[in-house]
């Protein structure tokens, strides 16, 4: 049997390491699940050029950082810019996480899909956030002509590529649109390009339940039962997650203790909340 692959896009702003310490607790979480993964980390720097924390779980958690290119300038841009090209960066079926992510269980049945991409809805309805609402979103989509898929829009968070002619369709187009945006409308967001693409390239799209890609402050009810992988969306809060949530303890151990914090993810694990267990 072949192993899982996951990818993460790793890319700090200047002075900070706060994605890169976000993706080594989810690799972490990972880890404990998929034994057996390839984790491979995507940035714009080699694994040698992190902190010396950071540079010793990497390679405790044997974690392959790929540097794509290096450019530190503008890690919004870089990030997407690499994001968007994730499927020709990786060989095989893989499945891509956001640094913000914590996987609670396994998840290696999400690769037996026989479609093309799997991938969970967004926040749906009223607006509520620049990353998140679709509704904010509409102006690209006029200024480009570009429409999303008709039963809705895409978080692209969690997103499982296979290894099909259709997916690196959709990988190549992506980049591409992704692109356009940028350079038509200022728009650095991957998501409006993403669900453009997956509208008019058309390849077969598991919609995969909210609990794989559970993403925290939802407005809908229901969105955390069975949560298999949480979604903290932190760039709302400045990269950091809020203080009552399970992620920001388990980085404010890794910070100052320099280890994964195994309680506190375990209990995560059998409480399937994001929330801190009250002491
Ligand atoms: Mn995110």
Aim: negative net charge.
């Amino acid at each position: 049997m072949t192993r899982s692959t996951f990818c993460y896009v790793v890319v700090d702003p200047p002075g900070s390491e706060i994605y890169a310490d976000l993706s080594i607790i989810s690799s972490n979480a990972l880890r404990k699940l998929h034994p057996d993964a390839q984790i491979i980390w995507l940035s714009c720097k080699g694994a040698d050029e992190f902190n010396a924390q950071l540079r010793e779980e990497l390679s405790r958690l044997e974690i392959e950082v790929r540097c794509i290119f290096r450019d530190k300038r503008y890690p919004f841009l870089t990030s997407r810019y690499i994001k968007t090209q994730i499927r020709q960066l990786v060989d095989g079926d893989f499945l891509f996480l956001d640094a913000d992510t914590l996987p609670i269980s396994n998840i290696d049945h999400l690769f037996a899909t026989e479609a093309d991409i799997a991938l969970a809805w967004d926040v749906d309805g009223e607006p509520w956030s620049g990353q998140l609402s679709r509704w904010t979103n509409q102006s690209t989509y006029r200024e480009l002509g570009w429409r999303h898929h008709d039963e809705g829009y895409f978080n692209s968070g969690v997103a499982l590529f296979k290894d099909t002619c259709k997916a690196h369709e959709v990988g190549k187009l992506w980049h591409r649109s992704w692109y356009e945006a940028r350079i038509k409308c200022g728009r650095l967001q991957d998501q409006p390009s993403l669900n453009y693409v997956l509208s008019c390239a058309a390849p077969t799209i598991e919609v995969l339940p909210g609990a794989y890609n559970a993403i925290i402050g939802k407005p809908e009810e229901g969105w955390l039962d069975g949560a298999r992988i949480m979604h903290f969306c932190c760039s709302n809060y400045d990269g950091l997650p809020q203080e009552h949530m399970v992620l920001r303890k388990l980085l404010d151990v890794w910070r100052r203790d320099g280890r994964f914090d195994v309680d506190t993810f375990l209990q995560c694990v059998e409480t399937e909340s994001p929330f801190l267990v009250p002491s």
